[in-house]
């Protein structure tokens, strides 16, 4: 997978509770650590239902891109912000994190759709 690729998936499979409140309405956002300590945004399901053991939505649409300048934005719920040791990052993101407004839009600023959106009037 390469910058500008579509990973194209309409589920993400997880248990975790720290997700539960994505049910009252909201999206996962998809990120892996790539090597040399990047971060990439990959994908995000819209929406998400929990069925099983997975959240399943309309399939992601958004392109991979690289977030890696974003790190030391993003201050999630908790306020710590993503914090890692050089060539860890990949073990930071092993738990789920709630986002705030402020990361939220960081991250759609920096997501790619791989499809324009609908005739304007119709966005939601």
Same mark, same amino acid.
């Given at each position: ?29 998809? @990120? ?18 929990? @069925? ?6 309309? +399939? ?10 974003? @790190? ?7 306020? +710590? ?35 324009? +959106? ?7």
């Amino acid at each position: 997978m390469s910058i500008g690729d579509l990973f194209e998936t309409s589920e993400y499979q997880s248990k975790n509770k720290a997700l539960e409140s994505i049910a009252e309405g909201g999206s996962l956002f998809l @990120v892996t650590a790539r090597p040399g300590d990047e971060l990439w945004l990959v994908g995000i399901l819209e929406q998400p239902v929990f @069925v099983g053991d997975r959240w399943t939505a309309q +399939a992601n649409i958004v392109k991979c891109a690289d977030i890696t300048e974003l @790190v030391d934005r993003l201050v999630f719920e908790t306020g +710590a912000g993503l914090k890692a040791k050089p060539g860890a990052l990949g073990m930071a993101l092993q738990s789920p994190r709630k986002l705030t407004d402020a990361d939220v839009a960081l991250l759609r600023k920096a997501a790619v759709p791989s499809k324009p +959106a609908g005739p304007p009037g119709r966005r939601r």
